[in-house]
Each structure stands twice: as structure tokens, then as C-alpha cells.
């Protein structure tokens, strides 16, 4: 692992919610106890207890159950803001099956979660039941998790279906079952950004009317990248996406300016990416004074994104691609208007020398 990664182990999700965003869902009352026992991972009644290595969040939330996220280090001390994405109709995966029991486990799971349950929760146990629960059979029942560890309406998976079981080898798997690329969206949702460190010249509070704003980096950073990995039951895989840095967007925050943005490529030197606007053609010129209150100055980099299915950020980028990644931070500029720099006072001295005050 490089030096400064940062490893989250998102704690197991208790079997408890699942069991009651199953009978939310399919609009049932359910005992006390079916809120009470979880079944867990080896079949038991007694609640999931995590561990030093199994526990932690993210601070997106947990990412179902058994689901290993990974971050690169994003410079020490540095800002950071989770990733946006640069296209507004993306949306992360609200649900996905994971591999969470054996047959033998499963059905201790039924028998303890739904004890008592009203129909039509009592009629999907009867269902298992009569399936035996594939007891004898080669394979592992897969179970629905859902991204924020609570039922959504959004999830895409069928009432009938909470757990499918899954087979070595599985002749039409569900669209909804986790792959590296579903895990691929879940890292890229789990991403988190550094905010471009911008330095203006002059600085943010003593910006000038008509006098172009110079932008660089305060340092350069580099690419980061996010792994989502499962290894549950024999069941292993992983994808990550790289972010890497390729522009920074800034903005005025005001029309009264002329240009109001400009977009500069970010430049590769030692490893990291950086910026200077000078010589880019384009500053951005306040033409009107912010008077006492502040103009909101907006930078934004746009991080090209790919992914891989594997735990390796150099391997081979895989299809279909993902949207552009955002990070942006907004600041309070206050522009002056300074008489001598938008018109020179001619005066003439005795001599009829031409002196240009200020």
C-alpha cells in the first residue's frame, strides 16, 4: 500500500435493518423479536459485533455489508471535499446483492428473523422453506444491501427476491449483483477530493478593479485513487478508480466582471499538476468594486476518472467509463476601485514636462 493511504473497513451492516426495510417494504407489521435477532454472519441470533479491523465509517455512511474501502492520501494537511460529479443525472448504486450466508446459515437466519412475521413476510420464509434452502447444493445465498443501510424505494430489487441464491457458476446473474463495476460506482461515490488550494494576486481581500487576477497553486498535487474490494465467503473483487487532475475552472461570482471565467489546463511537473495563469490569455477583471460586501470567487478542478477491476491503481482501464469528477471551493473576494489605475492625471509642471501621478 503507497505511504499515506488511508484504509476504512465500513462496519458490517446489522441484519437487523435489512429484515426490517424487507418487511417496510413489503408493507407488514413485524414482532419484536425480528428486530432483535440478526442471524449474522455464521447463523447465530446474537447481534453482528465488529472489531478493531471491521469497524469505522466513512463519513458517507456504511457501504453495505462487507464492502473494504481504501483511499490514497491527499497531501498531508491539505483540504479535502467529497467528489461531485460532473454530470448531474449520475446517481450511485442505491442496492446490490452481496454473498452473505451459507444455506446451513441461511436458514437459521429465516427461522430467527421471521419468526412471527405476518403475512406476506411469513409467505417469503414459507417460500426459502420449500426451496430447502438449497441445503446440499454447492453456492452461497446472496443478500440485498442497500448504500445509506436503509430500505430505499429506489432500489430496483424485486419484494420476492430480498436474498437470490447464487451457484459457482451462475448461467444469468442478476443485473444486481455486485461486480467490479457496480464496486467501481460505490469508490466513486466514496472518493473524497482535495479542494484546489488557489492563491489570487493580489490576495482575496485586496483584489483591484480593471487589474487582471493572477491564479496559481499553492504546491502541486497528484492523482488520487479510491479501491471498494469485497473477500466474503471465497467471494473476492475490487475495483478502483483514479482520479487525476486535468483543469481548474475559475469564476468571479459576479457578471460585473469581464471575463467573468477562465479555464486553464493544469501543467504535469515532478510527479504532481499545478497551475499559473500568467501568460494564459485569460484573468479574470473585476470592472465594478464590490463596495462593502464580497464577491463569491469560485475554483473548480475537474479530475478526469477511471477505474480498474482490481486493487491495483495502475491496471488497465476498464469500460463504460465514469463521469468527470468536481472540487470546488468558494471564497469572499472584496474588490477596490483605486482612482489611479483606471485614469492617469495629467498635470504639467513649469517646464511643460508631462508628469502621470500615481
Given at each position: 500500500?503507497?505511504?499515506?493511504?488511508?484504509?476504512?473497513?465500513?462496519?458490517?451492516?446489522?441484519?437487523?435493518?435489512?429484515?426490517?426495510?424487507?418487511?417496510?417494504?413489503?408493507?407488514?407489521?413485524?414482532?419484536?423479536?425480528?428486530?432483535?435477532?440478526?442471524?449474522?454472519?455464521?447463523?447465530?441470533?446474537?447481534?453482528?459485533?465488529?472489531?478493531?479491523?471491521?469497524?469505522?465509517?466513512?463519513?458517507?455512511?456504511?457501504?453495505?455489508?462487507?464492502?473494504?474501502?481504501?483511499?490514497?492520501?491527499?497531501?498531508?494537511?491539505?483540504?479535502?471535499?467529497?467528489?461531485?460529479?460532473?454530470?448531474?443525472?449520475?446517481?450511485?448504486?442505491?442496492?446490490?446483492?452481496?454473498?452473505?450466508?451459507?444455506?446451513?446459515?441461511?436458514?437459521?437466519?429465516?427461522?430467527?428473523?421471521?419468526?412471527?412475521?405476518?403475512?406476506?413476510?411469513?409467505?417469503?420464509?414459507?417460500?426459502?422453506?420449500?426451496?430447502?434452502?438449497?441445503?446440499?447444493?454447492?453456492?452461497l445465498w446472496w443478500q440485498v444491501q442497500f448504500r445509506d443501510e436503509k430500505y430505499s424505494s429506489v432500489c430496483p430489487v424485486d419484494t420476492d427476491n430480498w436474498e437470490i441464491w447464487v451457484p459457482p457458476v451462475d448461467p444469468a446473474p442478476d443485473p444486481h449483483k455486485l461486480t467490479p463495476e457496480i464496486l467501481s460506482e460505490l469508490a466513486y461515490n466514496a472518493?473524497?477530493?482535495?479542494?484546489?488550494?488557489?492563491?489570487?494576486?493580489?490576495?482575496?481581500?485586496?483584489?483591484?478593479?480593471?487589474?487582471?487576477?493572477?491564479?496559481?497553486?499553492?504546491?502541486?498535487?497528484?492523482?488520487?485513487?479510491?479501491?471498494?474490494?469485497?473477500?466474503?465467503?471465497?467471494?473476492?473483487?475490487?475495483?478502483?478508480?483514479?482520479?487525476?487532475?486535468?483543469?481548474?475552472?475559475?469564476?468571479?461570482?459576479?457578471?460585473?466582471?469581464?471575463?467573468?471565467?477562465?479555464?486553464?489546463?493544469?501543467?504535469?511537473?515532478?510527479?504532481?499538476?499545478?497551475?499559473?495563469?500568467?501568460?494564459?490569455?485569460?484573468?479574470?477583471?473585476?470592472?465594478?468594486?464590490?463596495?462593502?460586501?464580497?464577491?463569491?470567487?469560485?475554483?473548480?478542478?475537474?479530475?478526469?476518472?477511471?477505474?480498474?477491476?482490481?486493487?491495483?491503481?495502475?491496471?488497465?482501464?476498464?469500460?463504460?467509463?465514469?463521469?468527470?469528477?468536481?472540487?470546488?471551493?468558494?471564497?469572499?473576494?472584496?474588490?477596490?476601485?483605486?482612482?489611479?489605475?483606471?485614469?492617469?492625471?495629467?498635470?504639467?509642471?513649469?517646464?511643460?514636462?508631462?508628469?502621470?501621478?500615481?
Amino acid at each position: 500500500m503507497p505511504p499515506g493511504a488511508e484504509v476504512i473497513m465500513l462496519r458490517p451492516a446489522l441484519r437487523t435493518a435489512v429484515v426490517i426495510g424487507l418487511l417496510a417494504a413489503l408493507g407488514t407489521g413485524f414482532p419484536a423479536n425480528a428486530g432483535e435477532t440478526t442471524g449474522g454472519d455464521s447463523g447465530t441470533t446474537e447481534p453482528d459485533q465488529p472489531g478493531d479491523d471491521s469497524g469505522g465509517d466513512s463519513g458517507k455512511g456504511s457501504i453495505g455489508a462487507h464492502v473494504r474501502i481504501s483511499r490514497s492520501g491527499t497531501g498531508s494537511g491539505r483540504p479535502t471535499t467529497p467528489a461531485t460529479s460532473a454530470d448531474v443525472d449520475w446517481k450511485p448504486p442505491a442496492c446490490w446483492y452481496e454473498p452473505m450466508y451459507t444455506p446451513d446459515e441461511y436458514e437459521k437466519f429465516i427461522k430467527s428473523a421471521y419468526t412471527g412475521a405476518r403475512e406476506p413476510a411469513a409467505g417469503y420464509a414459507r417460500k426459502r422453506a420449500g426451496q430447502k434452502y438449497h441445503k446440499g447444493d454447492k453456492g452461497l445465498w446472496w443478500q440485498v444491501q442497500f448504500r445509506d443501510e436503509k430500505y430505499s424505494s429506489v432500489c430496483p430489487v424485486d419484494t420476492d427476491n430480498w436474498e437470490i441464491w447464487v451457484p459457482p457458476v451462475d448461467p444469468a446473474p442478476d443485473p444486481h449483483k455486485l461486480t467490479p463495476e457496480i464496486l467501481s460506482e460505490l469508490a466513486y461515490n466514496a472518493t473524497v477530493l482535495p479542494t484546489p488550494p488557489v492563491v489570487l494576486k493580489p490576495g482575496a481581500g485586496r483584489l483591484v478593479v480593471n487589474l487582471g487576477t493572477r491564479v496559481t497553486l499553492d504546491g502541486d498535487f497528484g492523482r488520487v485513487w479510491t479501491t471498494a474490494a469485497l473477500d466474503h465467503k471465497g467471494v473476492r473483487m475490487a475495483a478502483t478508480t483514479v482520479a487525476t487532475p486535468v483543469a481548474l475552472r475559475v469564476d468571479a461570482g459576479t457578471a460585473d466582471a469581464d471575463p467573468r471565467s477562465c479555464t486553464y489546463d493544469l501543467v504535469e511537473r515532478d510527479g504532481g499538476y499545478t497551475v499559473d495563469s500568467a501568460g494564459a490569455g485569460c484573468e479574470v477583471t473585476y470592472r465594478r468594486s464590490s463596495g462593502d460586501a464580497a464577491y463569491p470567487f469560485r475554483a473548480s478542478i475537474t479530475w478526469k476518472v477511471t477505474w480498474t477491476d482490481s486493487a491495483d491503481p495502475d491496471g488497465p482501464a476498464r469500460a463504460p467509463g465514469l463521469p468527470d469528477g468536481l472540487s470546488t471551493v468558494e471564497q469572499d473576494v472584496t474588490v477596490r476601485e483605486i482612482q489611479a489605475l483606471n485614469r492617469a492625471r495629467v498635470t504639467r509642471g513649469s517646464a511643460g514636462r508631462v508628469h502621470r501621478v500615481g
